[in-house]
């Protein structure tokens, strides 16, 4: 079983990521995983790959239920910074920040039934056992899931598009130019930073002018965060911050940043 376990170990990883929003945390669990499955007696198990997903998926929940309240903190994105990221061929189980953050919201049962079953296709009578529901009720909860994630901001138009979006709004900023900011954001604009959250576009275009701060130091690369377009911003050459952006019939919608050095740290290259 463990030989099962190292081959599954990137899809048993994406899933305790998908519940944790840290890769840390999504280590630990696996760690924790893996030392349940070395005293486990595996010899009557006819589906190793389902009965992994369980054990990984009740580390998770158990993490989920110690939390203790904190501060909001960004979740870890999956970042891809390779040369025009936006033309790669888009992950089926990538999940943005918007998404990440909507998940954070869920109540820890929530979030291991809508992970296991719409990201991972595990079925409700699999699920159930862990959360100690019927097969129905457990349905409720990713259903009642599914309609908070369905709200989150998510982009009509392909990469490409998107971070044409993005560099009129870098061009503005670096202009100090408000009405070219406003002309780029959705009058419904979120703007989230930890656990900064402004909303509406004249309010996060004077924000955003903050950018001019650091602008003529700082460079962009573009990036892929999660699904999204996005850039990070370096500083003499160090990370300074990462931005993704949601857009929507050419305008941004959402703007999450991240800027958290220890974050900044173990997220880039």
Do not use: Y
């Not at 025009?84 to 929530?110: F, T």
């Not at 408000?178 to 004249?202: F, I, N, T, Y």
Request: aromatic letters at 6%.
């Amino acid at each position: 079983m463990i030989a099962q376990f190292e081959q599954e170990r990137t899809r048993l990883r994406a899933i305790a990521h998908r519940m944790l929003g840290s890769f840390a945390e999504a280590d630990d669990a696996l760690q924790d995983a893996w030392l349940r499955v070395e005293r486990a007696d595996t010899g009557e198990i006819d589906n190793p790959a389902a009965w992994l997903t369980t054990v990984v998926g009740r580390v998770c929940l158990n993490m989920l239920r110690d939390r203790r309240e904190h501060a909001f903190e960004m979740p870890d994105p999956v970042i891809d910074v390779s040369e025009e990221p936006e033309h790669r061929a888009v992950a089926n189980d990538e999940v943005g920040l918007a998404m990440l953050i909507v998940l954070d919201s869920l109540k820890p049962d929530e979030r291991l039934a809508f992970v296991l079953h719409d990201l991972f296709a595990v079925p409700f009578d699999d699920i159930a056992p862990l959360i100690d529901k019927t097969p129905a009720a457990t349905r409720q909860l990713a259903s009642r899931a599914r309609r908070r994630v369905q709200d989150k901001p998510r982009p009509d138009v392909d990469l490409p598009q998107q971070r044409e979006v993005v560099r009129a709004f870098l061009r503005a900023s670096r202009e100090g130019d408000l009405e070219g900011l406003v002309s780029v954001l959705h009058p419904d604009v979120v703007l989230r930073a930890g656990a900064l959250e402004v909303l509406g576009g004249r309010n996060v275009a004077g924000r955003a002018g903050l950018f001019r701060a650091f602008a003529a130091r700082a460079t962009e690369q573009f990036a892929v965060v999660g699904n999204e377009i996005g850039f990070i911003a370096r500083v003499d050459g160090v990370p300074f911050s990462i931005m993704a952006f949601t857009v929507r019939d050419g305008r941004i919608v959402a703007i999450h940043v991240i800027q958290d050095r220890r974050q900044l740290a173990a997220l880039v290259p």
